[in-house]
């Protein structure tokens, strides 16, 4: 398999590693295909793969790009784009889609803290089921505040080891 940068590369390890990968997303909670896709994306020098390249190489039909597409997009790990002077679709996995991944995840941190809040109220603070809401809310309001301040170091740390913001 030859990348566009020109890289030779021995199909089977670069198969292997998205396979092994994608398993690593599965185990996470990742369903299967949006976590293979994503790797076959991740693999690619560009970054940037059609959805028949995508088939091509995971051995999938195109309903299952779709889908997985579609499912990635929703997460913010991946963006579609089209090709210039073309109505086919693209699909992108960028530098920062950690970032925009636990960006998406800090706010359903916040819809679930705003559930936990209803029903803290509704059970009463001083049973043990509001205890354990409440304990479960500080948890995720803790959570929520060390993303954030990691995120901030991060786009230090990323500035300093790789020249951007």
Same mark, same amino acid.
């Given at each position: 398999m030859a990348e566009a940068a020109g890289t030779a590369r021995d199909p089977e390890a670069v198969s292997r590693f998205v396979e092994h990968f994608a398993a690593q997303l599965v185990e996470a909670g990742l369903p299967r295909m949006p976590a293979r896709v994503f790797g076959a994306l991740l693999a690619s020098d560009t970054g940037v793969l059609t959805s028949a390249e995508l088939g091509e190489r995971l051995r999938i039909s195109p309903a299952a790009v779709s889908g997985a597409v579609r499912y990635l997009a929703q997460q913010r790990m991946v963006s579609r784009e089209r090709e210039p002077g073309s109505r086919r679709e693209r699909y992108r996995v960028h530098g920062d889609q950690w970032y925009e991944a636990l960006t998406n995840r800090e706010a359903v941190l916040r819809r679930w803290e705003d559930a936990l809040r209803e029903g803290v109220a509704s059970l009463g603070a001083d049973t043990p089921a509001?205890?354990?809401? =409440? *304990?479960?809310?500080?948890?995720?309001?803790?959570?929520?505040?060390?993303?954030?301040?990691?995120?901030?170091?991060?786009?230090?740390?990323? =500035? *300093?080891r790789f020249g951007r913001d």
């Open positions: 509001g205890r354990r809401l =409440a *304990e479960t809310l500080a948890f995720f309001e803790f959570v929520e505040k060390e993303v954030e301040t990691m995120m901030e170091r991060w786009r230090a740390h990323r =500035a *300093e």
